[in-house]
């Protein structure tokens, strides 16, 4: 009697094996509609405030839609700047959900009415982030002006009274707001909200501030305890795997892909059409083609030379050397680059304190060569940010009245 061997399934190996050399499409792509903006937070990634009037047009916006769906990304984050001070803002959003591309997309809570939150609770493809940066008044405002809080909240309110379902409370954590973890889980829960923490990139504006800014080391080991215990109803983006080298005392990786996804599965497409790596990386070191000049997105996401190069497997110096290396692979891109660490070195923020000796030493941080605020105070904010336009941020935009800005100027 013969006996037929049954095929042997072929190993699929670990995720972020797969990962790592990159996808025919991004998993999801996040996608700056605008730089106008009616804040000015002092860690503002983007350095938004103006808009910038070489702008994409409605109809340039639409092919790039037309390419999402054919190339099946799954959703894109949309923001800003305020995305939603775009007259077309609706316009695209639908047109994206009508082809089968999901909107996510985040804002300050400013055009968030109980009517446009009637109009969010109808739809089935769209999810709203709301960004609050302190559990209280006086920790947010600081950060994102006075009044914003408020803003924020109200528009909460809003869409839990329109009966939408899980909107996202986005905090960027700081030292400031470290301690307010468990207050922002109840705000989030108070609103039928979901709660999402980012880290704090010292990108954009947030370069100037970074070193005042970003969790000390033993709240990161707070942040940390906390994920452990909390995680499971708390989404991060990815942003805290430099932090899952803690799992050698006894706790473990925290949930997620744990690699840094820059070129590989996320990319950021900004207001003029240019394409980079990672939304925190807007810098022209990792600036990858334009969509315009390029022949669209999906040749530049295919065929950029700097998106093939990072697909390919990336040098970690001493990192490698490390018995955590497999948890954090050496911490985030963006961090490193902006606080003038070499790119094979150890994240600034690295929990084994690798970080610290090198952020002493000599260093030179690269100048942001994109930068739309006008004139903001690189400090802690203590007035309305309107009152430091030396032009107005939504020019050239419908009339409208935002946090003391006009369409004819500053209030």
């Not at 006996?3 to 790592?20: N, S």
């Not at 109009?119 to 769209?126: E, G, I, M, T």
Request: proline content about 6%.
């Amino acid at each position: 009697m013969t006996t037929i061997e049954k095929p042997q399934a072929r190993p699929v190996g670990r995720l972020v094996d797969q990962f790592e050399r990159g996808l025919d499409a991004p998993i999801c792509l996040t996608w700056e509609l605008t730089y106008a903006c009616n804040l000015a937070c002092v860690h503002c990634l983007s350095s938004s405030g103006k808009r910038d009037p070489r702008e994409l047009s409605t109809e340039q916006c639409k092919a790039i839609i037309d390419e999402l769906q054919r190339m099946q990304v799954f959703y894109v984050n949309i923001g800003g700047g305020e995305p939603t001070v775009r007259p077309d803002f609706w316009e695209l959003v639908d047109y994206a959900t009508e082809h089968q591309v999901g909107v996510k997309f985040s804002t300050n809570g400013l055009r968030i009415t109980p009517e446009v939150a009637r109009r969010l609770a109808d739809s089935d493809y769209v999810d709203v982030q709301i960004s609050l940066d302190g559990a209280t008044a006086e920790v947010n405002d600081a950060v994102r002006g006075p009044g914003s809080f408020a803003m924020a909240v109200r528009a909460l309110e809003n869409l839990a009274d329109a009966g939408f379902a899980d909107a996202k409370i986005s905090v960027v954590m700081t030292r400031e707001n470290v301690a307010q973890l468990d207050e922002f889980k109840a705000l989030a829960d108070r609103y039928g909200a979901t709660l999402r923490i980012t880290r704090l990139r010292p990108s954009g504006r947030g370069a100037d501030v970074w070193d005042d800014l970003h969790p000390l080391p033993e709240q990161q080991r707070e942040l940390y305890d906390w994920l452990v215990a909390h995680g499971d109803g708390v989404l991060t983006g990815d942003s805290f795997f430099h932090l899952s080298a803690f799992g050698g005392s006894g706790g473990g990786a925290l949930p997620g892909l744990n690699l840094c996804g820059a070129g590989r599965v996320v990319c950021l497409i900004d207001p003029v059409g240019d394409v980079y790596a990672c939304p925190f990386a807007i810098h022209e070191n990792f600036l990858a083609g334009n969509v315009t000049a390029d022949g669209g997105f999906q040749r530049v996401w295919q065929g950029s030379d700097l998106f093939r190069s990072l697909r390919e497997p990336q040098s970690a110096g001493a990192c490698t050397q490390c018995s955590f290396f497999d948890s954090c692979r050496g911490g985030c891109m963006a961090a490193k680059f902006f606080t003038g660490l070499p790119m094979d070195g150890p994240d600034p923020e690295c929990v084994q304190g690798y970080g610290e000796s090198l952020l002493a030493g000599e260093r030179t941080k690269p100048t942001a060569n994109k930068d739309h605020s006008r004139g903001v105070p690189l400090t802690l904010m203590t007035r309305p940010p309107s009152r430091d336009c030396d032009e107005n941020p939504l020019a050239g935009f419908a009339p409208t009245t935002a946090t003391g800005c006009s369409a004819t100027g500053c209030a």
